[in-house]
């Protein structure tokens, strides 16, 4: 009786071995795009996050406007709310002070758009003198543009405020940011009378 070696031939291995390249490949390729996205999902959550946060600053911000006029670095008075279509200025309260250091609950604030980055700046004293300077915080980059609109009484918007033909009161400030990678997004606040 004669005995055979029993095992595979050289194509059974070079079939094996193709399927199983192919295999690895098509695995390899969707743990890679499964990778990917997880990355691309995680950049969008946090970009969501930061821009909720400072949606969340700036309204904070705006529904504690008062009417508290200031006088400018030059002594000339300005109105509690400054705004053009590009920045904001106004004058809030609800400015914490835990250190009870020597100063005001009121707080100036300005946002503004600077090289792609939205920035918050504020002073310690709200009537300047020729050497107060800002502090500036850095809010968001990746910012093309910004635009704020302000409503009235009577429902009309306004790109400045307070307007050259009226009086009336603001009633609402639109904001609307053109982000990279998200295009326009507007937001709404309501403004304390």
Do not use: C
């Not at 600053?57 to 008062?66: C, F, M």
């Not at 250190?99 to 005001?104: C, D, F, G, W």
């Not at 790109?159 to 609402?172: D, G, H, I, R, V």
Request: aromatic fraction near 10%.
């Amino acid at each position: 009786m004669i005995k055979f070696a029993v095992g595979f031939t050289l194509l059974e291995l070079l079939v094996a071995l193709t399927v199983f390249a192919v295999i690895s490949v098509m695995a390899y390729s969707g743990l890679n795009t499964v990778i990917t996205a997880r990355l691309q999902i995680k950049q969008q959550a946090e970009q969501l996050a930061n821009l909720q946060q400072i949606f969340i600053k700036l309204g904070r911000d705006i529904e504690q406007i008062v009417q508290r006029p200031i006088r400018n670095q030059y002594g000339d008075e300005e109105s509690h709310i400054k705004g053009t279509l590009q920045q904001i200025e106004f004058t809030r309260s609800g400015w914490r002070n835990p250190a009870q250091q020597n100063r005001s609950s009121l707080q100036r604030v300005a946002y503004h758009l600077q090289k792609k980055t939205l920035i918050r700046s504020y002073w310690f004293v709200l009537d300047r003198a020729q050497d107060s300077n800002p502090i500036s915080v850095n809010l968001a980059a990746n910012i093309n543009s910004i635009q704020w609109y302000y409503l009235d009484k009577l429902l009309t918007w306004h790109e400045q405020w307070p307007p050259t033909n009226n009086s009336t009161q603001l009633t609402a400030i639109k904001i609307t940011l053109d982000i990279d990678g998200w295009g326009n997004i507007e937001r709404l606040f309501r403004v304390p009378n």
